[in-house]
C-alpha cells in the first residue's frame, strides 16, 4: 500500500490528515484493505453508508440504473427525481423537495431560501450554535459555530450569530426582529455527539412560532434513520419549516436534498437556484431503492434496539473507568466523551490497530456510527474493545 500513500501524498492537496490504510472492498458490516486486513467499520463513511458496502440494494440499483440513464438537465422533468421527491414529503413534515450534491450545498440552499424569505420582511440575521457544524462552503462556514473550521478563511458574510447549545435564554436574547432563521442540529454532529435538551428544543421553537422565525433542521448525519426515527426532529415534536439531508440519504452516492413547507419553498421561483447534477436519474433511483428498503425492513426500529444496546453497554464500562466523562447519543448515533484531551486521538489510533474503524468528533469524545444493519455481536466487539482500552 506505500504506492497508493506516495501517490495520494504528491498528486493530492493535503488537506486530509489520513490514516495509513487504503480499503479495496467491503461486504456488509467489514471493510477490507489491499493488504487483506477484515476491519469491523463502526464509521460507515461518517454516517453515509447506512446499508453497510456492497449491499445487493445499492448494488443492483446501481446497475440497473446505469444501464438506462445517468444524467439529463433539469431542465427537463426526471421520473426518479419525481419519486424520490415524493417519498420525502409523504414521509416528512414538509411539501417540497430540492436536490442537490452534498451537506454543505443542502445547508446552502436553505440560507438562501431563508435570506430569500426574510429579504421582504425585513429579515437577514441566521443564528446557529456554538460548537455546530454546517459545511465547508463560506457561507456555511459562517454558519458553522466553531473558529477552528474558519480561521484563515475571512471575512465572511454579515449577519451570523452563534447561541450556546441548550441555553434558551441565550437563544432569545441574540434573536431579534431582523433574525430570519436558526438553524438546529438536534445531536452536534462535528462538535461531539452533543443531544439537545428537548425543553430547551421546544422553547425555541415555540419562539420562532411567535416571532417568525424560520426553524431549520440540520439533518445531514441525524437523517435517514440513524438516529431511532427516520428524522431526529420526531422525538422532540416539532416541526421544522425546512429540513436539509446528505451523507445516508443514498447510501453512498453523493447526494444532497432541501425539504421545506410550501410558504418558504416557494420563494425560490424560476432560476433562483439550482444545480447542475442535483437530482439527476441514477442518484435519485439509488436513493429511492435504499429509503424503500430502510422504511420497509425494520431498519428505523432495528437502529433504535441496537442503539439502546450499544448504549447501555458502554454506560456500563464507563461506570468502571475513572477517564469517561459521559456516554452519549441518540440510536446509533453515540459519543464515548472523555475528561482528557489527547484519549481519544488515541482510542481512534488504538482502534484501526485492532481492526476496528471509530471517528473523532469534537477534542474530546469518540465518534461511533455503524451502518443500521449492525448486529448485537458487532457491537459486543467493540464494547470489548474498550473494555480492554480504557
Partial sequence: MDSIFKKSDMYTINNYKRFKVAFERGKGMYLYSYEGKEY???LAGI????????????????????????????LYYIKEQADLAELLVKHSCCDRAFFCNSGAEANETALKIARKWGYDRGKYKVLSFKNSFHGRTIATLALTGQTKYQEGFGPFPDGFDYVEFNNSEDFIKKADDKTAAVFVEFIQGEGGINVADKSFIEEIYEF??????????DEIQTGMGRTGKLFAYEFYD??????????????????????????????????????????????SFVACKVFNFVLNNGLIDHAKHMGDYLLEKLREVSKGSDKIAKVEGLGLMVGIKFKDKGIADEIVKKALDSNILVGKAGDRTVRLEPPLIVEKDHIDKIVEFFRCNI
Wanted: with cysteine.
Fill in 47 to 74: 454516517a453515509v453508508n447506512i446499508l453497510g458496502h456492497s449491499h445487493e440494494v445499492v448494488v443492483n440499483a446501481i446497475k440497473e440504473q446505469a444501464e438506462k440513464l445517468l444524467h439529463v438537465s433539469n
Fill in 238 to 283: 416539532v416541526e421544522p419549516d425546512i429540513v436539509t439531508l446528505a451523507k445516508g440519504i443514498a447510501a453512498g452516492l453523493s447526494m444532497g436534498a432541501v425539504l421545506a413547507k410550501e410558504y418558504v419553498a416557494n420563494v425560490l421561483g424560476f432560476g433562483s437556484h439550482g444545480s447542475t447534477f442535483g437530482g439527476n436519474p441514477f442518484a
Fill in 40 to 42: 469491523l467499520d463502526f
Fill in 208 to 217: 420562532c412560532k411567535a416571532n417568525n422565525i424560520l426553524f431549520i433542521a
